[in-house]
């Protein structure tokens, strides 16, 4: 069974704290993919990578940072972590960049910041 | 990227037909239709999807319009863990996924 999974279910973390947020594919994907999830502004695309050491900036990067230092593994990095950035996340994998390629979600990593 | 339009929320009965409207009047050739759903506490899973043929799988049927400017995805025989949000997406060549806020899918026993 393919899984994407993701390290967390929950975190709490304070204000100015750095965070890491990992995921991990079974499936061999080159893209991975990290969203955030607000009630109101739906899943939103924060950054992509196509390729082992290759990211992408998706539509709101600020803040955020990203590593990819194997295939299988996408790091989500809050540098410095700021109450605005209390969301779900959420880490999807794919298997290639054509149109009709399915995306695979992992569970999801709700994140408190105080 | 070429956007989709969805009722906010629908209401079914379990174990009758559901369908799930899309309108996407700006789709493109190349454009292909994703549905996905998200059961609450999840991620989102992928459904099913099409480019101009109408496509049957076990979790769903997908009717593509013969314009393609609308399509619906039909599950034949609801059940109480069908109720999800559903998301329509169009997907071109390059693009990532856009998801919209879909349409809130309850079912009633």
């Known amino acids: 069974d393919v899984k994407v999974t993701q390290s967390s279910r929950y975190l709490v973390k304070r204000t100015g704290e750095k965070v890491f947020l990992e995921c991990v594919q079974d499936m061999d994907h080159e893209n991975m993919f990290w969203y955030r999830q607000d009630p109101g502004l739906g899943l939103r695309l924060i950054y992509f990578s196509y390729d082992v050491k290759m990211k992408e900036k998706g539509d709101i990067p600020e803040g955020y940072s990203v590593s990819r230092e194997k295939k299988e593994r996408f790091s989500l990095i809050l540098e410095s972590a700021s109450t605005n950035q209390t969301s779900m996340y959420l880490c999807a994998s794919s298997l290639g960049e054509s149109s009709y390629n399915e995306q695979f979600f992992g569970p999801g990593t709700r994140l408190t910041v105080l | 990227d070429a956007k989709t339009t969805q009722p906010n929320s629908m209401e079914s009965n379990e174990e009758e037909p559901v369908h799930l409207p899309c309108n996407h009047s700006t789709i493109s050739g190349t454009d292909y239709i994703h549905w996905y759903r998200q059961l609450p506490s999840q991620g989102p899973e992928y459904v099913i999807h099409g480019l101009t043929s109408n496509v049957n799988n076990r979790m769903a049927s997908l009717a593509i319009a013969e314009d393609r400017k609308s399509s619906t995805l039909i599950l034949h025989r609801a059940t109480l863990r069908d109720a999800a949000v559903y998301y329509c997406?169009?997907?071109?060549?390059?693009?990532?996924?856009?998801f919209g806020p879909g349409t809130r899918l309850s079912v009633l026993p």
């Open positions: 997406i169009l997907r071109g060549l390059g693009q990532n996924f856009v």
